[in-house]
């Protein structure tokens, strides 16, 4: 693959979660009844970077949690040296029945994953609302889904890739397109 652009840098991330929060905290009143939980890989360092500006800016620590999808996907494929997925532990710290559950994920494309999470996530009880917070939306959607909260709306073609790496998962922080 050919890099095409870097389209958030550390800075450009920082910034862009830190709005994410404050829109976060406005448009839910406050931070009562809220509960952040990441999808596995990357939404949950950004859920977790989430919990500490809300909690940096409103003084309450919010709960929070993980949620693995793999079971949940309508698009699995194995892999070709391994013939079952890999489970990851879901974690969610708290009963989320009546509570406001933002979903956090790197990347909405299809809408395949948020709509597989939001399945995995009705298992562990019914959130009174469900709203979802991406740092990158690149469109091409199949599911009518949309995000609530968006770090930065990047345009893309069905050739491009969007890469995000984090410090917690890849030492580094960075949004980019590539060429397939």
């Known amino acids: 693959m050919k890099a095409k652009a870097t389209v958030l840098d550390h800075a450009a991330i920082r910034r862009a979660l830190t709005r994410i929060s404050h829109e976060i905290i406005e448009k839910n009143k406050g931070v009562e009844d809220l509960v952040l939980v990441g999808i596995k ?3 949950v360092p950004i859920a977790q970077r989430l919990k500490e500006k809300i909690q ?3 003084s309450v620590d919010i709960p929070g949690g993980e949620l693995d999808i793999t079971l949940y996907r309508d698009d699995l494929t194995p892999k070709q040296d ?3 997925p ?3 532990e879901t974690n969610i710290q708290t009963d989320i029945d009546g509570k406001k559950v933002i979903l956090v994920d790197d990347v909405l494309y ?4 948020v709509r597989a999470a939001m ?3 009705i ?3 019914r959130p009174a609302q469900i709203q979802l917070a991406v740092l990158v939306d690149r469109g091409h959607r199949e599911l009518p889904i949309r995000a609530d909260f968006v770090g930065k709306n990047v345009p893309t073609s069905h050739d491009e890739v969007v890469t995000v790496t984090l410090s917690e998962t890849d030492q580094a922080d960075e949004v980019r397109i ?3």
């Open 41 to 43: 890989t990357r939404g």
């Open 56 to 58: 940096e800016i409103e």
């Open 82 to 84: 391994q013939a079952e």
């Open 86 to 88: 890999e489970i990851k």
């Open 110 to 113: 299809t809408g395949r994953t």
């Open 119 to 121: 399945d995995a996530l």
């Open 123 to 125: 298992d562990h009880g």
């Open 178 to 180: 590539y060429e397939k």
